[in-house]
């Protein structure tokens, strides 16, 4: 960066390399493939750890014991279910368009909720409030997610069930089935890996506005805004339909090589942040792949020879599968509806904003950069009306 005679400090473009603040919640460190939350890896807890415990260490800093393990879970449960406020508005958010668009529609509930619980600027109440608007937020977000797909598809919704963990209850809400545990484990595997990614777009947006002191759900839909973007959280159906439509290994290189020569972009390849192999990618594909089927195995081959690809026609890029790539091929093997891939990731994510929500509230400064004037030079006569 430089540091030009207006006094300006000249960033490159979309930030990238910029720290723009201090965090305790985890990091990336793309060069590495490696990425954590605190001070533990991210894929270790995904593979030894529950979800509710993942949530609880972003919430309060540590890993909870046998006593907060129970007594946290026994406050998620009460905050899941449909609050009353939303029953009557939830079915005309659902009718709304010509399809759902889910988190446009979460959006909106979230909002509706905010208003009638009255939920005060982060500016104007202690660190004890702001932590119990993030677990009702966080807790409810996916029975209105779930809600609202079923709404749209001609059922009634599903009030979550307390004896449920919260993948347990995803699944359940949306299919009306209790689901398999191979199933819920790997819905968990998903839900914890996804929880919070370093400073992408979303999580700095969620930040910005929880810096200018407005109340927590503000900030969360912001976020939802960014995250249901295509370049950002918007892709893991996408990433599935290259899969389908590429449809037989035969057909791999005549559908890809194509596409990369003309400067398409691959969905479900590529990342901001990561150099090498994104962790969270590898942990999926073994996760697909211990699911079984034909499905996890062809999209092995597909990774592999696209992988291929891109390294001969694209030199020294290092591109390779994102998290996006398996996380369908996850989801649809547990019965997800591709609709809901999105929505899925956005049920781990809002922890995730919800504690830099928190973090960025304590700190008490709002962010504020500045932009380079590069229009006509002013000031300019104004033209007679």
Not at 26 to 50: K, M, N
Request: hydrophobic content about 45%; overall charge negative; proline content about 7%.
């Amino acid at each position: 960066m430089t540091t030009p005679s207006n006094g300006l400090i000249e960033a490159p473009r979309g930030l990238r390399n910029v720290a723009v603040t201090s965090t305790e919640l985890g990091d990336v460190r793309g060069r590495e493939g490696f990425y954590h939350y605190r001070q533990y890896s991210a894929i270790d807890l995904a593979v030894s750890r529950t979800f509710e415990d993942v949530w609880f260490l972003f919430l309060e800093g540590r890993l909870p014991d046998a006593a907060e393990r129970r007594r946290f879970g026994e406050e998620i449960a009460a905050l899941r279910p449909l609050p009353d406020e939303l029953t009557t508005i939830l079915p005309e958010i659902a009718r709304a368009g010509r399809e759902l668009q889910p988190l446009s529609a979460l959006r909106t509930a979230l909002s509706f909720l905010a208003s009638a619980r009255d939920l005060r600027p982060l500016w104007d109440i202690d660190a004890e409030l702001r932590k119990q608007d993030a677990m009702m937020v966080c807790a409810v977000t996916p029975t209105i997610l779930a809600a609202l797909h079923r709404l749209r598809t001609g059922s009634e919704p599903l009030s979550p069930l307390p004896a449920l963990s919260t993948a347990e209850n995803w699944l359940y809400m949306i299919t009306a089935r209790r689901p398999a545990q191979a199933h819920a484990k790997a819905v968990e595997t998903y839900l914890t890996s996804t929880i919070d990614h370093g400073f992408n777009a979303s999580t700095f947006t969620a930040r910005v506005v929880a810096s200018a002191g407005a109340d927590l759900v503000s900030a969360v839909t912001a976020a939802i805004g960014a995250f249901s973007g295509p370049l950002h959280g918007g892709a893991p159906d996408r990433a599935l339909e290259t899969i389908d439509t590429i449809g037989t290994p035969d057909r791999i290189d005549e559908w890809i090589r194509p596409r990369v020569a003309a400067g398409e972009r691959i969905m479900g390849f590529g990342h901001a942040a990561y150099r090498t192999q994104d962790p969270r990618a590898r942990l999926l594909r073994e996760t697909a792949l211990e699911l079984g089927g034909g499905l996890a195995e062809f999209a092995a081959v597909v990774e592999q020879r696209v992988v291929e690809i891109l390294a001969e026609l694209k030199p020294g890029r290092e591109l390779y599968a994102n998290v996006e790539f398996y996380a369908g091929v996850v989801m649809e093997l547990c019965g997800i509806p591709r609709s809901m891939f999105t929505p899925t990731f956005a049920v781990s994510r809002v922890i995730g904003w919800s504690a830099n929500i928190l973090e960025e509230a304590a700190a008490g400064k709002i962010i504020r950069p500045s932009a380079r004037y590069v229009g006509p030079e002013p000031p300019q006569p104004v033209p007679a009306g």
